[in-house]
Nanobody, 118 residues
Framework: VQLVESGGGSVQAGGSLRLSCVAS????????TAWFRQAPGKEREWVAL???????TYARSVMGRFTISKDYAKDTLYLQLNSLTPEDTAMYYC??????????????WGQGTQVIRA
C-alpha cells in the first residue's frame, strides 16, 4: 500500500490550499484516513480524520477552517485549508492503516507535502 500527497505550497495571508493524498494498494476505500502535520521543531500533531463510516473530526486548532473529504471512487483523501495562519506552516502527512480491514491505527504514511503561510 502507498500514500502520495500533493498540493502544498506557499500562500499569503487569507490564502487557501487543497491537499490531496492518493492511496494505492488497498482492497477497498472504506477505511479510516487522517491528516497530520509537523511544524519545524515541534512534534507531529493530528489535524483531521475520516472514520470508516465517513464521519469527520478535527483538531480544535483547525476546526471551521479546514475540511477533510474523500473521493471513495478514486481512493483519494483531500484537505481544504482556508484562512491559513503562520501557525499552519508545517509538513502535512496523510496516514492510514496497513489494510482496509485493519483497525484505525496509522502505520502507513505518505512522504508529506509542505505548506507555508508566508
Amino acid at each position: 500500500v502507498q500514500l502520495v500527497e500533493s498540493g502544498g505550497g506557499s500562500v499569503q495571508a487569507g490564502g487557501s490550499l487543497r491537499l490531496s493524498c492518493v492511496a494505492s494498494g488497498y482492497t477497498n476505500s472504506r477505511y479510516c484516513t487522517a491528516w497530520f502535520r509537523q511544524a519545524p521543531g515541534k512534534e507531529r500533531e493530528w489535524v483531521a480524520l475520516i472514520s470508516v463510516d465517513g464521519r469527520s473530526t478535527y483538531a480544535r486548532s483547525v476546526m471551521g477552517r479546514f475540511t477533510i473529504s474523500k473521493d471513495y471512487a478514486k481512493d483519494t483523501l483531500y484537505l481544504q485549508l482556508n484562512s491559513l495562519t503562520p501557525e499552519d506552516t508545517a509538513m502535512y502527512y496523510c496516514a492510514a492503516p496497513p489494510t482496509a480491514d485493519s483497525p484505525c491505527t496509522f502505520t502507513i504514511w505518505g512522504q508529506g507535502t509542505q505548506v507555508i503561510r508566508a
